[in-house]
């Protein structure tokens, strides 16, 4: 078990970077190379931390004293990077969506499994202390329907990767709202069938539809639905991520910070301290044992399909099993 777990980026974009701060804070960590196909970019993430810096990623992959490894890139991109952490025996830690199409997705999955290799996607919001009271309350309990939001401004600024390159990013539904639909799951349950509507009503710069609605019906009987907007107030963030759950007869309302149980006409706000997706996956490596992962890359290509299937649904104007 080393002192401290030796990290590579691959990618230094902006989230990337929020990832990198965290590692570096870590004390079972250090943030020992970055890459980026950018040069500048990658001298930039590199410097706080005096950090080595590459253009290629298997040469990087190849130094000898690393770890783990943080895949952070454009989804499209997705595949190759993973296949060369896998072949040579890497755990990683891969951003959502796990990738753009489930051929790539399914081959990733399946040279993680038989290499038996610690991954973690990075569905943060799993490591939330509000979802952990969310559990506790719904267990055993009958919930009945869930109804999640997406609305956002990012269609409004200059954000041509994922708004004015559908082939590229696959829209809102897989670049953003996967968030929101991997909640579902956790919360809720594996998704059966979907069923998305979809227009394009104010952005029609754009080749990719800005408003979604999607309805679902779980495995389990639940059934549900998700709207999604790339054209709300760009600085409101307040109705990205939101989940309301029947559940009984109450109600449950979910965000990031607060769960708001209203029981009998009384509504009471709980809050509790989260975790990190950083120290768990660091930590992780460092004992050889992913047990604590909440998204396995396994898991994570099964929100992948729900994404895919509710894309499919919307354009072809059918339902879809996932």
Known sequence: MPDKVNVGFIGCGGNARGHMRTVA?????RLAAVCDMVPELAKQAAEPYGAATYTDHRAM??????HAAYISIPVHMHGQPEMDCISRGMPFLVEKPVSRDMATAK??????AQKKLITCVGYQLRYCGTVEIARETLAGKTVAMVVGKYWCGTGRGDASRWTRQFQKSGGQ???????????MRYLIGEVDTVYTQQASRLLHEIDCADVH?????FQNGVIGSLTTSWCYEPKDWSNA??????????????????????????????????GSIDAVFVEAVQKGDGSAIRSPYSDGVKSLAVSLAAIESGIEGAPKKV
Not at 245 to 269: C, N
């Open 213 to 217: 609605c999607v309805s679902f019906r």
């Open 173 to 183: 539904l897989l670049e953003q709202a996967t968030h929101t639909i991997d909640l």
């Open 241 to 274: 991520n939101v989940l309301d759950i029947l559940y009984d007869a109450d109600l449950l309302h979910w965000t990031h910070a607060t769960v708001t149980h209203t029981r009998d006409g009384k509504s009471e706000d709980q809050t509790r301290p989260g």
């Open 107 to 112: 081959k990733v999955a399946a040279a993680v």
């Open 25 to 29: 804070g870590l004390p079972n960590a």
């Open 61 to 66: 992959l190849d130094r000898g004293d690393l």
